[in-house]
């Protein structure tokens, strides 16, 4: 065998060997990219797991806890139309609070603000005006919580209960777009947090208050000292006010404030 034939057949062998390091490369490249897929789905997943168990559950078997006894007032709680009125007849200052109990920011309005307003409720500071607005009935699957949640509060208002009730439907809420809490559940609640009525079962399933609710809405929809400077509409929910006039929120001595 020649020089020249013995050197062309190195170069092919040496074209080979860089082609099949390449092609290995190649393949190691794609077996990590591979595994770093998975583990990411596999990250993804396990999140997802954990936080659909961290969601609250409503389904429609479920019975709703009822809140821990330090979340909820102990004070008078009546029934004035489609509203409800809590506190002692001593209390100088009347808060009225605007809330829908699908409403997420109320959610947070609660945790945030429901100790104070319970220490200034039972200490005899402030009455406060529950105003439970149908105002999210679309944004519940079906359709519809926001009416039955606030009719059922009236209802258990009747019967001198809806402290605990309200208490319960924030202390784990439903979520928005998904499904409520049944009318059966929130019977179930009613009872458990103390109604005895015989009329309270027929109360929640035949929506007794809900003209009320609707004309509740209507009214503070278009009441002018609930109204957005800038867009000049019913802020919505969560909104507070007193004398009349829109509370502040930003100002988180807000309650404080009105109790001195």
């Given at each position: 065998?020649?020089?020249?034939e013995?050197?062309?057949?190195?170069?092919?062998?040496?074209?080979?060997?860089?082609?099949?390091?390449?092609?290995?490369?190649?393949?190691?490249?794609?077996?990590?990219?591979?595994?770093?897929?998975?583990?990411?789905?596999?990250?993804?997943?396990?999140?997802y797991?954990?936080?659909?168990?961290?969601?609250?559950?409503?389904?429609?078997?479920?019975?709703?806890?009822?809140?821990?006894?330090?979340?909820?007032?102990?004070?008078?709680?009546?029934?004035?139309?489609?509203?409800?009125?809590?506190?002692?007849?001593?209390?100088?200052?009347?808060?009225?609070?605007?809330?829908?109990?699908?409403?997420?920011?109320?959610g947070?309005?609660?945790?945030?603000?429901?100790?104070?307003?319970?220490?200034?409720?039972?200490?005899?500071?402030?009455?406060?005006?529950?105003?439970?607005?149908?105002?999210?009935?679309?944004?519940?699957?079906?359709?519809?919580?926001?009416?039955?949640?606030?009719?059922?509060?009236?209802?258990?208002?009747d019967?001198?209960?809806?402290?605990?009730?309200?208490?319960?439907?924030?202390?784990?809420?439903?979520?928005?777009?998904?499904?409520?809490?049944?009318?059966?559940?929130?019977?179930?609640?009613?009872?458990?947090v103390?109604v005895?009525?015989?009329?309270?079962?027929?109360?929640?399933?035949?929506?007794?208050?809900?003209?009320?609710?609707?004309?509740?809405?209507?009214?503070?929809?278009?009441?002018?000292?609930?109204?957005?400077?800038?867009?000049?509409?019913?802020?919505?929910?969560?909104?507070?006010?007193?004398?009349?006039?829109?509370?502040?929120?930003?100002?988180?001595?807000?309650?404080?404030?009105?109790?001195?």
């Amino acid at each position: 065998m020649g020089g020249a034939e013995r050197s062309a057949r190195k170069k092919k062998q040496a074209a080979r060997s860089v082609v099949q390091a390449r092609s290995s490369g190649s393949d190691r490249t794609k077996v990590i990219a591979g595994i770093a897929v998975v583990a990411v789905l596999a990250v993804a997943v396990i999140g997802y797991v954990v936080f659909q168990q961290m969601k609250p559950s409503t389904s429609t078997t479920d019975a709703i806890p009822l809140a821990p006894a330090d979340h909820t007032i102990s004070a008078p709680a009546v029934r004035d139309g489609g509203t409800v009125l809590v506190g002692k007849d001593t209390a100088t200052v009347t808060v009225d609070v605007y809330e829908d109990f699908l409403c997420p920011i109320c959610g947070t309005f609660e945790k945030t603000y429901g100790t104070d307003i319970k220490k200034a409720v039972e200490d005899g500071k402030v009455k406060v005006r529950y105003h439970i607005l149908p105002m999210l009935n679309r944004l519940s699957s079906p359709e519809g919580y926001s009416t039955d949640s606030a009719n059922a509060a009236l209802c258990v208002a009747d019967d001198g209960k809806f402290n605990a009730f309200h208490a319960a439907l924030f202390n784990k809420q439903p979520e928005e777009g998904e499904a409520g809490y049944t009318k059966d559940q929130l019977i179930k609640l009613g009872k458990e947090v103390g109604v005895t009525s015989a009329s309270f079962e027929s109360c929640v399933q035949n929506q007794t208050y809900k003209s009320q609710l609707d004309e509740l809405m209507s009214k503070t929809s278009n009441d002018p000292a609930l109204r957005d400077g800038e867009s000049g509409r019913f802020r919505g929910t969560p909104s507070v006010a007193s004398g009349g006039k829109l509370v502040d929120l930003d100002n988180k001595n807000w309650l404080s404030d009105l109790a001195k």
